[in-house]
């Protein structure tokens, strides 16, 4: 449908991670995935036992799993798919939308400086 998606803010965890299962069931059915997707998250959405700053999640580790998705998604080697991971310093779940709408646009369109 897009040739493009940004995703950010992610919850990869939710319904005892869906999305992993709805793209293993994608993959099964299809051989190609012709498509960019930039994938987001802040530098506190991952957990750090034993920190004492509060700004580390302290369920879910966002980090992990959206380099596992990423992986998953590129063990597929799907023509036509380019992924690519960002980590947005010193922002945390509910502060990382701005930033990352921000940079998903700049890349979407061609004016990100990476």
Known sequence: ??????????????DKYVMFDTERE????????RTAILLMTGSYETLKPG??????????D???DMNSFKRQLKSRRYPGLTIR???IADEVHLTVAPAAMTRGLMW????SEK
């Open 51 to 60: 920190s004492k700053n509060k700004r580390f999640n302290s369920r879910a």
């Open 1 to 14: 449908m897009f040739s493009q998606y940004v995703l950010s803010r992610l919850t990869l965890w939710f």
């Open 62 to 64: 966002k980090m992990l």
């Open 85 to 87: 991971s960002e980590m």
């Open 108 to 111: 979407a369109f061609g004016k």
């Open 26 to 33: 994608y993959a099964r059915t299809h051989k190609v995935l």
